[in-house]
């Protein structure tokens, strides 16, 4: 049994509710944990003190909780003076909830724009990297190298300046 069911367990092993299979290993596990020890200790000495209480119950306290769970509360009650500040803050919150619908808009956006730059920046350098290596093919004296895998599938073109 792991430690989390042995942990849940452990208010009725206390209280011995659980069939002796459950509390075989309830106990089994209880006698190897430092965490499960004194808790049920603590659980066990509140069970104790539960079942030691000999008062009595005061008459008629079970009819009266009873009446008051079925009696309907006092009236409701609106206070003006309540009300208007409850609702003297409202603007400010529908312009700090548009504020914030405006933020969550504008950083998508700005996201969406920050890749597309991206994207056009990498363009450019392929743009200029194509420029500069065929300018270098151009130049006098300059040699064009193939270089090729040897399973043929990898090819790179190289080109040497003198």
Same mark, same amino acid.
């Given at each position: 049994?792991?430690?989390?069911?042995?942990?849940?367990?452990? @208010?009725?092993?206390?209280?011995?509710?659980?069939?002796?299979?459950?509390? +075989?290993? /309830?106990?089994?596990?209880?006698e190897?944990?430092?965490?499960?020890?004194? &808790?049920?200790?603590?659980?066990?000495?509140t069970?104790?003190?539960?079942?030691?209480? !000999?008062?009595?119950?005061?008459? #008629?306290?079970?009819?009266?909780?009873? +009446?008051q769970? $079925?009696?309907?509360?006092?009236?409701?009650?609106?206070?003006?003076?309540? %009300?208007?500040?409850?609702? !003297? @803050?409202w603007?400010?919150?529908? /312009?700090?909830?548009?504020?914030?619908?405006?933020?969550?808009?504008?950083?998508?956006? /700005?996201?969406?724009?920050? !890749?597309?730059v #991206?994207?056009?920046?990498?363009?450019?350098s392929? =743009?200029?990297?194509?420029?500069?290596?065929g300018?270098? =093919?151009?130049?006098?004296? $300059?040699?064009? %190298? &193939?270089? =090729?895998?040897?399973? #043929? =599938?990898?090819r790179? /073109?190289?080109?040497?300046?003198?």
């Amino acid at each position: 049994m792991n430690h989390e069911d042995a942990a849940r367990l452990l @208010g009725a092993y206390a209280l011995d509710a659980l069939d002796p299979d459950e509390a +075989g290993a /309830v106990a089994e596990h209880v006698e190897s944990c430092p965490r499960c020890r004194p &808790e049920l200790a603590s659980l066990r000495e509140t069970a104790s003190a539960l079942g030691e209480h !000999s008062g009595s119950v005061p008459p #008629g306290l079970w009819d009266k909780i009873a +009446g008051q769970l $079925s009696e309907p509360g006092p009236p409701l009650r609106l206070e003006p003076a309540r %009300l208007r500040r409850a609702w !003297s @803050g409202w603007p400010l919150q529908v /312009v700090a909830v548009a504020a914030a619908v405006a933020v969550a808009f504008l950083g998508v956006d /700005v996201a969406h724009l920050d !890749s597309r730059v #991206g994207h056009l920046q990498a363009a450019i350098s392929r =743009t200029g990297l194509a420029q500069a290596a065929g300018a270098a =093919t151009l130049a006098p004296g $300059s040699r064009r %190298l &193939e270089l =090729t895998s040897h399973t #043929g =599938t990898a090819r790179a /073109v190289v080109v040497v300046l003198p």
